[in-house]
């Protein structure tokens, strides 16, 4: 009789032996998918073109856009030159003076960035 019952013991350990590593393979079988699925996204998203120009040239504005883009300069920390007059990102829209940009005018945009490529001023000139 202990012989019996030393032998189920033993078979219900092996069961759940082999459970457990079947539980294991199907876990890192799992884990291993998704950083391939992982990879493969992100290596997707850096070949991508993110932006491309339609016409070649530069860009113009108007100045009634230059205004609202003056109004904006806090939000996007970034200044904004007008013919040789700067407006810093620091200014308060208060103290801006619309006169000195003329409405209906066409202005060129230059745009200057950093080492990294963030946007730290746009040059106007008209």
């Keep these: 009789m202990s012989n019996a019952r030393s032998f189920m013991v033993l078979a219900a350990v092996f069961f759940l032996f082999i459970g457990a590593c079947t539980y294991t393979v199907n876990a890192i079988q799992s884990i291993e998918h998704g950083t391939r699925i992982a990879y493969a996204l992100k290596t997707d998203q850096d070949r991508k073109v993110k932006a491309a120009l339609a ?30 007059v700067l407006y810093i990102r620091t200014g308060t829209y208060e103290n801006f003076d619309p006169s000195r940009v003329d409405l209906s005018k066409k202005y060129r945009a230059t745009y200057e960035r950093d080492a990294a490529g963030s946007l730290i001023k746009i040059v106007f000139r008209g």
Excluded at 64 to 84: C, F, K, L, P, T
């Design 55 to 84: 016409v070649p040239g530069e860009e113009t504005y108007t100045g009634a856009a230059i205004v609202n883009i003056i109004r904006s300069i806090q939000e996007n920390d970034m200044n904004v030159e007008v013919n040789g």
